[in-house]
């Protein structure tokens, strides 16, 4: 089955990664929307959201904004699609307090 990587820890760096028993199929990175990002993998590779086996963010530690980003996507689609139960969800990771202004 395959699997979407998603890392967003670094805020405007962000890459998408879909792989296939643990081999890379398909990359997109920079500054990139990230469920956009996902939908062009999906389409590009002939693959439907019920052909992933499961999507997994990077949990940190990183940017705060960029971390709850990849977060947000994955735990959202893991649990609307019945990928994970709400308890098996990402947490995120900050590594540190935060910085807020």
């Not at 499961?54 to 940190?60: A, K, L, R, S, V």
């Amino acid at each position: 089955m395959y699997k979407i990587y998603i890392d967003t820890t670094e805020r405007f760096n962000k890459s998408v990664i879909l792989k296939k028993d643990d081999v890379e199929v398909d990359k997109l990175q920079g500054d990139i929307d990230v469920a956009d990002s996902i939908q062009k993998i999906l389409v590009k590779n002939n693959l439907q959201i019920k052909d992933i086996e499961e999507f997994i963010p990077n949990p940190g530690p990183g940017s705060f904004t960029g971390i709850k980003i990849g977060i947000t996507v994955a735990n959202v689609l893991n649990w609307v699609f019945g990928k994970k139960k709400m308890e098996d969800l990402t947490k995120p990771q900050y590594g540190k307090m935060p910085n807020i202004q």
